[in-house]
């Protein structure tokens, strides 16, 4: 075989969900380093426009397809990142059948396909798996504290299933796969009406309408830049690592501050009003990266207010007119 030509032969990733806002940052992240890149979606929460500008790049390919359904991909592959899933609470208990698909049908699919065409697998997880944890900040040690019958129970477990499927081709069929436990991330291409707390606040702040805060706003969060993100998911999916591993900023707020955060970085006039809390809603999450910065040589660079500044100018630009 001629070693050069071996050597320069590009990478090609199936992303699916690669239209979604992690999904078509993944993709621009890996065409920057010279990957071939396949993005399937069936657009249910992702959005063509997210990737368009991608689309005539020869390296980029779109395929529309739901990955609950069997899958084919023609194309020689040597990775396949399965992040196709309904993510914000509002998006997945609107549709939680299609959601408890794509986490269980959607990732037997994808392991499927790796398995036929023999290359690296990651699966997109959640701090969800956690639920609302009595551990904080949480390890990747900790089994979590989920409802499986309650409103979030159908993203959970789905998460929780799709891991242990993924374990278990892991175990018997010896896929290299990785799981990547993504705590809450946000960045330019969420969409404003997904329900969301930077979307919903940013908005708000931007029309000067009130600012919901749920509960008393004492629940914490911890948010990561997609940017810092998408860097963490590919030197996890280039790692030899195959036990999960938390992907997120440390830096913990409670929501309240996050309100009042957005609110002086919008320069806006919205009054901060209190709104029932959703059932389940974790009490607090953080990330403990010990296992990321040790094994991966990976922690999040971009700063809460400097990543705000950027989402809010991204937001501003889909047109919000104040009110
Ligand atoms: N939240 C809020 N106001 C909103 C939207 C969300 O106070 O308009 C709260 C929500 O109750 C939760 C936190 O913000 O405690 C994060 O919610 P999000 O839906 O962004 O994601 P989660 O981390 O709960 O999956």
Redesign the pocket.
């Known amino acids: 075989m001629n070693k050069n030509k071996n050597q320069t032969k590009m990478k090609t990733a199936l992303i699916t969900g690669g239209a979604g806002f992690i999904g078509s940052h993944l993709c621009e992240f890996l065409l920057g380093k010279g990957f071939k890149v396949i993005a399937m979606d069936n657009l249910v929460t992702g959005d063509i426009k997210n990737i368009e500008h991608l689309r005539s790049n020869p390296d980029f390919k779109y395929i529309h397809h739901d990955v609950s359904k069997h899958i084919v991909v023609n194309e020689e592959l040597d990775f396949v990142l399965h992040f196709a899933s309904p993510a914000?609470?509002?998006d997945y208990q609107k549709i939680p059948i299609q959601t408890l698909k794509v986490g269980s049908l959607g990732t037997h699919n994808t392991l499927g396909l790796a398995l036929a065409k023999k290359v690296k697998y990651l699966l997109a997880s959640t701090s969800?798996v956690y639920g609302d944890p009595l551990v904080n900040p949480q390890p990747e040690s900790y089994w979590g504290n989920v409802n499986p019958i309650g409103i979030r129970g159908c993203y959970d477990e789905a998460k929780r299933f799709a891991e242990a499927l993924t374990m278990a081709y892991h175990r018997i069929h010896k896929l290299d796969t990785k799981i990547a436990r993504i705590f809450?991330t946000y960045g330019p291409r969420m969409r404003k009406d997904d329900?969301?707390?930077?979307p919903?606040?940013i908005t708000q702040a931007l029309k000067n309408e009130p600012i919901?805060?749920?509960?008393n706003?004492k629940?914490t969060?911890s948010f990561c830049y997609v940017s810092d993100l998408v860097e963490g998911i590919y030197k996890l999916m280039i790692s030899e690592i195959n036990e999960p591993v938390n992907l997120g900023n440390p830096e913990e707020h409670t929501?309240l501050e996050f309100a009042e955060i957005i609110k002086e970085l919008a320069k806006s006039r919205s009054k901060i009003v209190f709104?029932p809390?959703?059932l389940d809603?974790?009490h607090v999450?953080c990330p403990d990266i010990k296992k990321a910065k040790k094994e991966l040589k990976w922690q999040p660079v971009i700063g809460l207010k400097e990543g705000l500044k950027r989402t809010i100018n991204g937001l501003r630009r889909i047109k919000i007119t104040p009110s």
Not at 212 to 215: C, D, F, H, L
């Open positions: 914000s609470p509002v969800e809450n329900g969301r707390v930077v919903n606040f919901t805060v749920y509960g706003g629940q969060r929501i709104k809390l959703p809603d974790p999450r």
